[in-house]
């Protein structure tokens, strides 16, 4: 998965800074992008979910509004991704992914990162040991 032209696996040096302080690096682990993909999707529900209820509402106060879903949801298929493998401080194994609608600079070897932008960006944390995710940030907003 992570051969494909629009995933890029980036150096522990390039982890946001937030995350650095005490974690370690660690390459990733053979099946474990497939395994983060199943969290990344139980996560995307959720967030879908949410949005369908706020769309619904927008739209029924705003009917002359031209917004569709599709300006709010997030359809994985349609990103470049970004991997980044590391240990947090309790020694889990950690994958913060990074995601965006174009590709941005040189984004095989570089983290993109932006302000704005709308669902076109957002990242993910997932602890690999737990199934937890942390950090589910679309457009700069937790």
Known sequence: MISDSKYALLPFSELPEQ???ESKSRTIEKGEAEA????????????NEKRTEDFITFMAENPASDWAQTD????????????????????DRCLWMNFFCRPVGDWKT?????EGGG??????????DTGKR????VNDKK
């Open 19 to 21: 995350y650095m302080k």
């Open 36 to 47: 983060a993909e199943k969290l990344l999707e139980k996560a995307i529900v959720v967030y």
């Open 72 to 91: 709010l949801f997030i359809e994985l298929e349609r990103y470049y991704r970004q991997y980044i493998s590391f240990f947090n401080d309790k020694g």
């Open 110 to 114: 570089h983290r993109v990162h932006v």
């Open 119 to 128: 669902v076109c960006f957002f990242s993910i944390g997932l602890n690999m």
């Open 134 to 137: 942390f950090d589910f940030i």
